[in-house]
């Protein structure tokens, strides 16, 4: 029994805690910068709640107490009536301080939230006369604005009518400029009609000239194809013409003539002359046509010393493409460097009459050591050009 009293008695305490700590947080005081009158209302009625609640916790803490106090103990010993009414008196006493307390709270916060109010109503009355204030000024600035564009707008007008005065002269001007531009229009007239009768004929003319160039340059292509020459850009004193090949291949040799004159009392003579094939001889052709000095003989003589040489020059200049070659023509030589490192250098004979006719054969073979008897080509190897190939094959790797 006295373990549940004790317990009843820590739970009463614990209760009438509580409710104390939440009457100080109720009644601690509130800055009325953070709420409004509502929450000041609210705030004074939770107030009120907890203060009932304090009440009947007392009550419902302060019996057990009291009981659980006294219910062990002698009779003697519990306190007499008088003493009581007496602690009651102070409890209610101290109750009354405490309840005129907050009522003198109660009215301070009312007080507060009738000044409050009164502020919030002179603020709104201020802020709309504000306003209205702010309005009048804006419509004020905008009739200012629409003055000054008007006032704006006469000042052009003024000028614009002062300019209308010095327009009307300058309009006289700029139509007698116009009647003197319509003169002299009607005179260009007449001199562009000139004009373009001349450049009408001027132009017939170089069309009639274009047509006769075009026919010489048309005879000039065949004749040179008949004859097989161009004739090439050269110097005033000098003639370069070209002797085609076979005209096959792009890769064909094309021998050009280059012939240079002198002048005499009756013309001109031929000086010198040069080919661009240095294989071809014409020293001794070009000795009698000096001499003589004609020029058809000379290029005929060349010609049909070049149709001869050609196709010697021509494979010449094939097998030169991937090897390498010295040709000595007076003699007749070719020697061929063969092998992966240029080692082995074979020399052949040509005859005077290749590639006409005769035989090519072998003189020797230097940089490597083998008997030139075993080295037999094959019946078939007749041209330079299947010579160099079947040594090729034999000493390529080499």
């Known amino acids: 029994m006295h373990e549940s009293t004790a317990m009843e008695k820590k739970a009463n305490y614990h209760t009438v805690g509580q409710s104390l700590e939440q009457f100080k947080k109720a009644a601690c005081p509130i800055p009325l910068e953070n709420f409004d009158a509502n929450e000041i209302s609210t705030g004074l009625c939770t107030l009120a709640q907890l203060e009932q609640r304090l009440k009947d916790h007392y009550v419902q803490a302060e019996y057990p107490l009291l009981f659980s106090e006294y219910?062990?103990?002698h009779p003697s010993t519990w306190p007499r009536m008088e003493e009581v009414e007496k602690k009651t008196s102070d409890v209610n006493t101290k109750h009354r301080q405490s309840k005129d307390r907050v009522n003198e709270t109660k009215e301070?916060?009312?007080?507060?939230?009738?000044?409050?109010?009164?502020?919030?109503?002179?603020?709104?009355?201020?802020i709309s006369k504000m306003e209205w204030k702010i309005n009048t000024l804006k419509e004020k600035s905008e009739r200012v604005e629409e003055l000054k564009l008007r006032e704006s707008k006469m000042k052009e007008l003024q000028s614009t009518k002062q300019d209308l005065g010095g327009f009307e002269k300058r309009i006289g001007d700029l139509k007698e400029k116009i009647r003197n531009k319509m003169m002299l229009c009607k005179n260009l007239e007449i001199t562009v009609s000139a004009v373009d009768y001349q450049q009408n004929y001027k132009a017939q003319k170089a069309k009639?000239?274009?047509?006769?160039?075009?026919?010489?340059?048309?005879?000039?292509?065949k004749l040179e194809q008949m004859s097989g020459l161009s004739f090439l850009p050269s110097s005033p004193s000098s003639i370069k013409v070209q002797l085609n090949g076979s005209g096959k291949s792009i890769d064909d040799l094309k021998l050009t003539l280059t012939m240079e004159f002198g002048v005499i009392p009756f013309g001109l003579h031929l000086t010198a002359a040069q080919v661009n094939v240095n294989s071809l001889y014409i020293d001794d052709i070009l000795e009698i046509a000096i001499k003589t000095n004609d020029v058809p003989m000379f290029i005929t003589a060349v010609r049909q010393r070049w149709q001869t040489h050609y196709p010697l020059a021509q494979e010449m200049?094939?097998?030169?493409?991937?090897?390498?070659?010295?040709?000595i023509r007076e003699e007749g030589i070719v020697r061929v460097l063969l092998g992966a490192t240029g080692s082995a250098i074979c020399t052949l004979?040509?005859?005077?009459?290749?590639?006409?006719?005769g035989?090519?054969?072998?003189?020797?073979?230097?940089g490597?050591?083998?008997?030139?008897?075993?080295?037999?080509?094959?019946?078939?190897?007749?041209?330079?050009?299947d010579w160099v190939l079947f040594l090729e094959d034999k000493f390529g790797n080499i």
């Not at 200049?317 to 040709?327: E, G, M």
């Open 71 to 73: 219910i062990n103990e």
């Open 108 to 126: 301070e916060i009312e007080e507060i939230l009738t000044k409050l109010q009164s502020t919030h109503e002179l603020f709104d009355e201020k």
């Open 208 to 221: 009639k000239r274009k047509a006769e160039l075009d026919s010489l340059r048309s005879i000039k292509e």
């Open 317 to 327: 200049l094939h097998i030169a493409k991937n090897h390498a070659v010295d040709w």
């Open 349 to 357: 004979l040509l005859p005077s009459t290749y590639p006409a006719s």
């Open 359 to 366: 035989d090519i054969s072998l003189l020797r073979i230097g």
């Open 368 to 385: 490597i050591d083998i008997n030139i008897q075993d080295v037999v080509p094959p019946p078939s190897t007749k041209s330079l050009t």
